[in-house]
């Protein structure tokens, strides 16, 4: 089992709605939670970290976190076509960052 | 600041050629990690330092690679003797530590690799 899981293909979504990522964990004891943007051809940028069971906002994105269930989501409202990007779900354990994938986001304007 | 620096940019380069990659971290971290990016693999860690130190190299694929940290601003990633199989973008990224945690992670521009 991977450590980190983002199994949804690419998310097409129209400008102004909601996208919606999803992202599993293998690691229980994992504290902390990152979701990182990664613009085609740039590195990986910081865009949200949440440590606490529940939701955290910060202005279109909201990320959330199941620790139960082993799971963190990001949302972006109001979608914009600057959010086209591939979003990739980080989790920490042992001072060490474990990525998935990634997931690719296009917003059809 | 400048952020972290990588260098070169871009590399291509034939089988069997030695590879030297370089980064410099943001001034003032105390962690610094490497990682390859591929489509097929996604963003791997290779390996970590903490302090100059190495702390994981659990990543490195072979011995084939290899890191350096000589001091708090210069790092080096090895490849001797490289591979098609190496071709990748190689990220350097650089963190400071708080008390028990790990700030954010900010990563350089990449060094994309290829090998023919």
């Known amino acids: 089992q991977k450590e980190v899981e983002q199994n949804s293909g690419p998310l097409s979504v129209p400008e102004g709605a909601i996208a919606s990522l999803n992202c599993t964990y293998s690691?229980?004891?994992?504290?902390?939670f990152f979701w990182y943007r990664q613009y085609s051809g740039k590195s990986p940028e910081l865009i949200m970290f949440?440590?606490?069971?529940g939701d955290k906002e910060d202005g279109r994105f909201t990320a959330q976190l199941n620790k139960a269930s082993q799971y963190v989501s990001l949302l972006i409202r109001d979608s914009q076509p600057s959010d086209s990007a591939t979003y990739l779900c980080?989790?920490?354990?042992?001072?060490?960052?474990?990525f998935g994938k990634g997931n690719q986001v296009v917003v059809i304007p | 600041d400048a952020g972290v620096i990588q260098s070169p940019r871009h590399e291509v380069t034939e089988m069997g050629q030695e590879v030297t990659l370089r980064c410099k971290p943001i001034?003032?971290?105390?962690?610094l990690f490497w990682y390859r990016q591929t489509m097929m693999r996604g963003l791997e860690l290779l390996i970590y330092?903490?302090?100059?130190?190495?702390?994981?190299d659990s990543g490195m694929p072979e011995d084939r690679f290899s890191a350096k940290m000589p001091n708090a601003s210069f790092s080096t990633l090895k490849i001797q003797p490289s591979e098609p199989r190496d071709s990748a973008v190689y990220f350097c990224?650089?963190?400071?530590?708080?008390?028990?945690?790990?700030?954010?992670?900010?990563f350089g521009p990449g060094t994309r690799l290829l090998v023919l």
């Open positions: 980080a989790v920490r354990g042992n001072n060490r960052l474990a």
């Open positions: 690691d229980r004891g994992s504290q902390s």
């Open positions: 949440i440590y606490s069971n």
């Open positions: 001034s003032g971290h105390d962690y």
């Open positions: 330092f903490n302090n100059n130190v190495p702390i994981d």
């Open positions: 990224a650089s963190a400071f530590s708080s008390g028990l945690y790990q700030e954010t992670q900010y």
